[in-house]
């Protein structure tokens, strides 16, 4: 009953065959060859329209590389206190930026409002300097939390970032299990939105290793070529991450991978209302499910072989008593087995 | 008649049945899992010593993350004009130091000798802050026009950095192919001649993507968790870079491949020598073999299926008349047949 | 009645005669002359131990290339939320520093307390590399809002930094304010108390220009030449520097000028007590005062010359009703008849 | 009889009584004053246009500053291998754009050649990211050794530079000497021959500390404030350094001087042509003299009280025999008499 985290499931097998057949054959390096030509256009029709793509390692290097394209001195990026961006990525944007800053928002769920961006905004003046300046607002999708931000959330948000002439950036390390949840197409929730930037995440999704940014805004993707080689993200063998992207978005592959993490996600959820024995901290609909139960049960079910990880109190949810806050999280990988052996074992 | 380069070819079988293996489990993110923790051990018994190793994406990253472990500020990496950090690393190690630059030293055959070195060194003092610190020493073996130090020249590069105080960087993105061809072991090749810090190189020789910044100076290691992870290194599923150097450093693979890939490259040397047509610019053991041979019969090459890449003139080889400088590089997916086929086309 | 910032007043006429006795005169460059060359002993003998001494242009530099001196890579500089590096410098350590960020703590009264700090810093740990890494802590005095740490304040606040293995910086734009405040010797203000790093300030205090890193920790001070010269810092005619802190230093004219300029305060603060129309905002002993007052009185003030700023509600006052929070500064060249005229506006 | 260096000279009396009277005022701090306010008029008027202003503390600072602002990913200033940029600046330039890089070209007299740039330009292209991207060319008036680029010269190579998409930046530290030299208009040295951003020194010939860059294309302007601060060089008594170039560009004050420093040039050259024992190693017209002269003559000078720098051979000439080179340098403090005393040395 492994629910540490999606980065702990391995790969789909349909991303792995993808590598063996890739492994086989000479190609173009550095993205030049035939199957890396071709993702332009995958990602092209994904999204219903132009698009540029830049493979990277990681979740951190898309978000930060991205970021950097619209770096401007002294600048500072609008987010949330929990983004992974500012929590979780050892100042990568700062990093990759030489130098800009993030500034953290609150807001519930894992959520900031446009109206927050937009009084954050207003903190900035061309008239004192020593301020810095805002150069993008950035959200996460799903969130931290597990939640999703509705369009209509998007919209406002890049409604006030476009108004300010900010870019918006969106982190989509769990896009795909956003995606499903909403019920919505990658156009809906990106640049008709108003996204200009997206970090496209598949590793968490069944894939090995598979980090986009894709770029909507045509002006934002000029220097993204060398701000990747530059930064050490340029594969030599790139159309091994290519033939996973084409795995993964073919066939809908992806969206049945998050589809089926969700579903089990469900299950989860409902063996935990039911339980008599824990509580839903606040409600998700994606991948990840956050549990309010007694330190012992946690001890108890770990004990038993089940994984998951403590979660610190967030403003949407301070446990009392004997209560901790844990957080479960399903994948492609996790089995409706898994699920039933998880209820066996908290019914006790 | 693919002689392009070795980013060219796939991967080994076993480097990605490692792979299938590995996406079948669950196992610890970013570097925690059992199979990643055996990797100092791993490396450890290879090198003969112990080590601290760290996993990025590319070459590029190794060569440039390992030099910002040992930055100065005004800091100045000496290493020769055609080195990869200096041509074709887009800046990286200027990057990722936030400003540190590259001093560029010319030498016969691509490598720079210990007493050009110490000449330079010489250059700086502290006297005169303008002109910047040295900072380090970087070598690449093999070089980039296919040669190798021998292990006199690294101890006599390592003896002038060392009473210096400068560190020693070895980029080995062609490392196994230099080893074999030296037949020298790990150690010899590395620390016991004086270098301090490491890129090893896997994924030219039937790697998918597994490059290691390996430090034998346990003080050099101390920043590299964090310096890795800000530059948005730290792969989610570290574990499929360990299982693919596992496969490739267990039972002797990766020298099997690398001995395998100069052998082909010696079947090449072979058929050039002999065949009246071409000859052999300069000397090299590895895979990769430069030659001079007349413009028309380089076309008529490409035309007949054979795969390689112009040259620029080197000071070890400026070709006059009709004659141009091509490069030829063999790989482990090299085959007897291939060169068989070279020999057939050359011959016309 | 000029009281809106002690940056707004001229120089002290000891200074400028300073400068222009050696405007006189042949002598080396870059800090190569005599003057420059017996700075450190004269710091040294202010500060009652020998110290390395490096000037900049502004405090901002001071700041910021003083903490890119004990740089970490995904480093983190805990300081107040409300200070100067935080606040007011468009991310110059950030900058300086190629990526490292600032961690804002509240506190009271502009000052962060040794608990916290412990608290913030125990959220760190080489465990999580994704939270990056502790690497100093910057505390000003007199802080922000015109008050002064206690030495004993201080001394545990650098207790606790010394037992993480962090480096205490202090801000001292306004160090001699806080030191005649205080009534103590510039050693007890600083190493004694545990400071390692400090911005000593002249330009506020009646100087054209004239910035110091003070170093009290000799092994900090290695790469700060190289550091101040890529910024751009290190001046031609530093020398203009040295004879601006030479004249400052000696005869105690900087604590003249900031006795001086706290006792004008002090008859401000008094002004503000008795006149019934307006309050202070919260105590302080240095030359900036903090006012709450009716909006109508601010603006009747200011119609009949009064030159001051509004400042934004913090957390140790927050206006109410018809008040506003106002800052007046006093300097080296307030005159009592400057508070004797705003007296008698305020009483109207 | 003091010819190290123009640093080595104090500042002219005007500056000193304009910074005197300036020092006796209150007024806005961070370039809010008046007379900081009137600076973007006073240079328009010199510059007959309009222009940007931004002032720093060093020369070192405009020149990397003025670069950041046009700085690209993987960026690659051209410049002449001997210019301060490259030798004498620490890596600033590769410090204030976060990582790009110098590439240095050879040429004669410390110029570089249009055709040599469009050459150097062509190596570069889009389709090899691995090489980063040309992203400026830099040029320095008067040059390192004392020669001016011809409107010309500068206009051809600003030709080349423009119709690669670079912008070209003019090191301007000693641009009074060459404008005098050429007796030309700043107008014409400057944006009528192409350049667009200017480093603009005034300590070098007579200012305490003066050093501004002036931006002729207006789109690069737009980031210099933040540029500037962040890096720590908006001076908070900006006024002061107002207040010197008031001075020194009004009246004519700054030619005036120039043309006095470069006359007593012309007299030493005078001194060395007729002297019998020493040669003008090239021909100058600014007021840097470089000689060939016997060691033993240069002892004998330097122990009779006359000071100059020894300097390294160059392109333009290597010193045989027991010669050796030497650089002498005038300023606006050098006098006749200093010319007389040193015609008398040298004649033994």
Known sequence: MQFASDNWAGAAPQIIDAMAEEAQRYAGAYGTSERDASMAELFGSVFEREVAVFFVATGTAANSIALAAVDRPGGVVLCHAHSHIEADECGAVSFQTGGSRLRQLSGKLGKISASDI????????????????????????????????????????????????????????????????????????????????????????????????????????????????????????????????????KDSLWLDLATHANAMADLLRD??????????????????????????????????????????????FEPTGDRILVRLVTSFATTPDDIAAFADLIRG
């Not at 896009?175 to 930037?197: C, H, I, R, Y």
């Open 118 to 249: 937009g009084s954050e905004i207003g903190t900035f003046s061309p008239d004192f300097v020593h301020g810095g300046q805002a150069m993008a607002v950035s959200i996460t999708q799903a969130t931290e939390v597990g939640t999703t931000y509705s369009l209509d959330e998007i919209a406002a948000v890049s409604e006030v970032a476009r108004s300010a002439g900010l870019p918006l950036h969106m982190d989509g390390a769990r896009f795909a299990n956003a995606l499903v949840a909403l019920n919505v197409s990658p156009a809906e929730m990106t640049w008709k939105a108003g996204v200009d930037l997206l970090s496209f995440g598949g590793t968490k999704n069944g894939c090995v290793a598979a980090e986009a940014i894709v770029v909507f805004n045509p002006e934002l993707a000029e220097q993204l070529p060398y701000l990747r080689m530059r930064a050490g993200h340029l594969f030599s063998k790139m159309r091994f991450v290519s033939a996973q992207f084409e795995a993964y978005l």
């Open 271 to 316: 063996v935990i209302r039911s339980s008599g024995k824990a509580d839903l901290a606040w409600p998700t609909a994606t991948n990840e499910v956050f549990v309010s139960m007694p330190e012992g049960l946690a001890e108890r079910l770990r004990e038993s072989g089940a994984a998951f990880h403590n979660w610190p109190p967030t403003e949407d």
